[in-house]
């Protein structure tokens, strides 16, 4: 077991998905890279990401190691692709990723059991470096499902360039909230249009989902009240002291295109 799952700020969702969680229901874990939340043998679990293994060490960042990235069960451009349903399906850190969160949202209902489970855990944009992008609104994931949009925009590789903040330590914003104001934005114009050029006929990743637990849920409710999304149960919770992300709980049921 590795011990990035022991550190208190991961420890404290881990505990309460594997206490949602049986060892032997069927789970997949997406985009577990070197950090499994989700330990094989202990739980019956797959792992899952859009790309292989050998892509993953080619471009591991000096925060990850190449030789603790697991073996993928599944390698497809959604779970859509995958066979099979699941009791459960987890992510850390991946569903802002995601240029159609909504169409995943869908996809993920389709790849559930009756009674399964999604787990989420989400940057809370206020204490990251997304902290001077704009927010992420219903209409935009309106706007990626009906586009049926497969990797991040332009737009979006633009705006994750141009209105990054840098390095943002979360617990200095804890300790001295007035600090949140005097962050400013790079804006570096050109290393932003240039990005965003080579995003138009390549796959280029960045932050396309920019929320917080009050901003999610808030869509969330949108989408159930429209229709388009029913979950039998939602939970959201709040971004903890010194931490910079957020739990997602969602049991997803009918959904009415």
């Given amino acids: 077991m590795n011990k990035y799952i022991n550190y208190p700020f991961i420890k404290r969702h881990r505990d309460v998905i594997l206490k949602s969680i049986e060892p032997s229901e069927l789970g997949i874990e997406i985009g577990p890279y070197d950090k499994p939340w989700i330990t094989k043998p202990d739980y019956n679990v797959s792992y899952y990401d859009r790309f292989t293994k050998e892509h993953l060490v ?5 925060n990850r190691n190449p030789e603790n990235i697991v073996e993928l069960d599944y390698v497809a451009d959604n779970i859509g692709h995958i066979d099979g349903q699941f009791d459960y399906i987890f992510g850390s850190h991946v569903f802002e990723h995601f240029p159609n969160p ?8 389709v790849k559930l059991k009756q009674g399964g489970r999604l787990f989420l855990v989400i940057p809370d944009s206020r204490y990251t470096f997304d902290l001077c992008r704009p927010r992420t609104g219903v209409s935009d994931y309106i706007d990626a499902f009906l586009e049926k949009r497969t990797k991040p925009t332009p737009r979006s590789i633009f ?5 990054g903040c840098g ?18 934005p790079l804006r570096n114009f050109q290393k932003a249009f240039d990005k965003a050029s080579s995003s138009v006929h390549s796959y280029i990743d960045c932050h396309v989902t920019i929320t917080t637990p009050e901003l999610f849920g808030r869509d969330l409710r949108e989408l159930i009240e429209s229709g ?5 149960k939602v939970s959201v919770s709040d971004t903890e002291y010194n931490a910079n992300d957020f739990l997602c709980v969602l049991r997803l049921s009918l959904i009415h295109i």
């Fill in 58 to 62: 080619r471009h591991a960042n000096k």
């Fill in 102 to 109: 909504l169409d995943f949202l869908v996809t993920a209902y």
């Fill in 159 to 163: 705006e994750s360039v141009y209105w």
């Fill in 167 to 184: 390095p943002v330590i979360h617990q200095d914003l804890w300790a001295k909230p007035d600090l949140r104001v005097q962050i400013k």
């Fill in 228 to 232: 388009i999304l029913q979950f039998s």
